[in-house]
């Protein structure tokens, strides 16, 4: 009975995918992306902005029809090469997008390598994506952690800052934009003087501000998203040590959180990829066309999703829709600017955005930009050969 | 009455076994990817169901075993060419077990939940030690490169050859086990399941077979970890987390604790669901909410089959042979 | 450290103790008296943090709002949920295997987290502490403490005082407490056991829910948020010894110091240093720092 039952499931599973595939052949865009868990708010974003542009184009791209399958990758890397081979293998996608969650996205990029899939990576901002990993056919539309972190270093040395606190989870992500941060700031000659950690994704800060309280230094950065940043700005606060030590971070502490962080989030400067009234024409027609179409406000993952059916179209254009001609593809692509709603960006020889950084100050649930803090700044892409 | 059943199971388990031997000749390269997955879950399922559901002894750390034995394959392969099989395989078993055999010493002292939480506790520490420290890559997980071979035998980047090799696996860990439990020492083992105290009263010192039994189910662990590796090319610290251990003792209670086809049968059940709910083409945009229903189905299995998925047929039978339509609401109600 | 920081790290650890109890207290109950190992605590911890942020607008409209109306109405629902679910999920289970159960509980999960998906959305949200304890007060040169903090370890300090008076002075508590170590002879002394049971099903779901929505202003609502307490929740519970609100109550504060410290003092270990302390005392005293009789 079990074994009946396995095998209708498995045909279910299986059959389906053949069927569908023996058709006109549309272009099979996989996307895996979080559904559930954390980061599922990331992926529905993400996920809106990459059709947006699709549907800008008549839902065509290259002059082929599109037609996408999902997989919801759960944020949890011990899935992840099953998950991304469902779409490679099982699927035969054409094109594979994702995903937020880093260790995922390093498994993606693996499984990309090998089947030689073109990869476009809409978030997750690990550094070996674009470095030790980095190939012809993986692309990634958002960031690297190491940039924000690097802008924001030379922002705080401006400041007048000497001695700078940092403080992230103890896990790739928040080393990676710490790292950042020390290349910028110290190149200036500033000093971070100590970096806390906290075991992801412990929440409890108390102890760690009573520690930089006793520190005392001239500034904090801090690389915290979601949850996490919500609950640090609100202790940071309540702790009293907003208006004493100034905070700084990468923009994700406030980006899609002020409102939860409730005023406490207030003033805070950020540096990222994206904010709020950039004035640009595109940057306006994206909001609108975005707000119109979800009856949301887009935000940054809303921006990396358009871009990345952006460096699509780049590509495919090039190819008249040929995925198979990889070389062309990623010829087109490194050539190109793009013209994004965060303003315009060309892809370096890993692949990785070429992009101005910006410094944002927190105001009401907004994230307007004051100015530009690191002009076109690419990622050092250590350890890719194509660099 | 053992008798009676005993061909039909063995029939069963024959038939699946063949069945899956077969299945390459059917299967697409996804599915033979994912049939290659849930077999290396039904070893890892069936080496926590030795200590479940043969000892009594429920282990909330399987997964650390099943990361060490990972993580050993990969950090002991050279970076620029493969290693050898002979030595790397083993190295992964001896490793787990070893893992096994310093945790099983230590939290057997304990019993009952507290055994459940010790087991987590010496877990957790092997995660962070691979979460935290740049040991094995840091937490975003460390690539294989390339695959163990042996010699020009067995190309284990051919998904047919991996799949064959691991089913070569799963048929012995099945047979291994069964015997095993069919021998003297698994009858003390089921002894000290049903009444540990009665089995010391009788003059068994328990603890040397508790031990045993648990660096056995260590190092079967370290060997799916290891297939687990070689399958992917790609470990993560979540391999160690307590989700993994959770589902897995997921996977042998839905299967149905006592029985080693239960520990495979729940792990196919448990991926196939998953799979199942998961999929556009069956539930189109609610497929974004699978937990739903898979959730609801569990629910329902231990609602409806107080034994598992392998009292099934048992409950099925007597639906449609038992005569007493009281039968049902009995097992319902109890 | 200098003794003021010393002092204000003691405090820290303190107060994250005290909100590890209240955390863990509705599951000192289910798992500690009626032996279901419920892995769906977190979830109702989740729970409860969504009905301080989902019913406090729907409260305010119909009652003019208020932080402890929305207490105490999200205090009832949970009493339902509590006595709903013991009645249609795990009455039936109590003569199976204790495994049945963390399946059940384990498919509960998956429902709970789901519901809060489609019902709320997976969006970050953050509670606002009620207007009056808003406020902080000063804390050395640079610092200063939410008062809100504080208020929160008093409920603390009052819930444990008073689970431990209904525990060893009333007749409720004796019953509870007979109920756990022997079912049968409770049964035949005539007290309705399933009543009992049900109780105490619906008061643990109702702490659990109640430490959610007590915490949500200082621990913010996002997704996820119930299967990162789950874990810490029982280790607070097995190192106390099952069953002990004593234990509990001790445990939690030492992990509250464990932690606290463990973070300044030990950073490279921080997240392993509960576990370690964990296996230690279990392996020095087997059934936890109080065994219950």
Redesign the interface.
Known sequence: MNLFKTTVIAAAILGFSSLSYAEDKPLKVGLMLPATGTFAALGTAIENGFKLYTKEQGDKLGGRAIEFVKVDDESDPAKATDNVNKLIKGENVDILVGTVHSGVAMAMAKAAKESGTILIVPNAGAQAVTGPMCSPNIFRSSFSNWQPGYAMGEVVAQKGHKKVVTITWKYAAGDESVQGFKDGFSKSGGEVIKELNLPFPNVEFQALLTEIASLKPDAVYTFFAGGGAVKFVKDYKAAGLKDSIPLYGAGFLTDGTLEAQGGDGEGLLTTLHYADQLDNAKDKAFRTAYNEAYKLPPDVYAVQGYDAAQILKVGLDAVQGDVSKKAEFAAAVEAAKFDSPRGEFTLSKAHNPVQDIYLREAKGKENPVISVATKALADPAKGCAAN | MMDKFFSGKLL?VG??FA?LALYPLV?????L??VS?IMIYAILAMSLELL?GSTGL?CFGQAAFFGIGAYIAVMLSPESESGHLLWLLPAAILAAAVYALFVGA??L???G??F???T???A??AY??V???KLGG????I?LYFKPTLGSILDLNHPQVLYFFTWVFLVWTFIFLAILLGSHFGRVLAGIRINEQRMRASGFSTYPYKLAAFVTSGGIAGLAGFLFAV????V????M????S?AL??MI??GG?GHLRGAI?GA??FV??Q??F?????FGAF??????G??????A???VL?KG?VG??EV?RKRLYGGRPSSDAQI??? | MDLSIFLIQCLNALQYGLLLFLVAMGLTLIFGIMGVINLAHGSFYMIGAYMAYALSPIVAHAFGGGFFSVLVIGLILAVILGYFLEWAFFSFLYDRDHLQQVLMTYGLILVFEELRSLLVGDDVHGVAAPEFLAGTIPLGDIMTYPVYRLFISAVCLLLALGMYYVFTRTRLGMMIRAGSTNREMVQSLGIDIKLLYRIVFAAGVALAAFAGMISAPVSTVYPGMGSQVLIICFVVVVIGGIGSIRGAFLAALLIGFVDTFGKVLLPEAAGVLVYVLMALILLWKPDGLFKTS
């Not at chain 2, 840091?138 to 997980?141: K, L, Q, S, Y």
């Not at chain 2, 399958?231 to 790609?234: I, L, P, Q, S, T």
């Not at chain 2, 497929?287 to 739903?292: S, V, Y």
């Open positions: 069963f038939l699946l069945g299967a697409s390269s996804y599915g990817d994912l997955k479940v429920v230590l939290s002292r304990t019993k939940v507290y459940i939480m010790v987590l506790a010496f957790q520490m962070y030690v979460h935290d420290t840091g937490t975003d997980g690539y399958k992917d090319g790609f993560n610290p979540e391999m987390s307590w989700h993994l959770g003792l997921i209670i839905l604790l049968i196919f059940a196939f669901l799979e199942f998961k999929s556009s083409d069956i497929a974004k909410h699978w937990q739903l898979l959730g609801f189905t569990i629910i299995c231990v609602a107080p998925l099934l047929p099925l319902v109600l109890k």
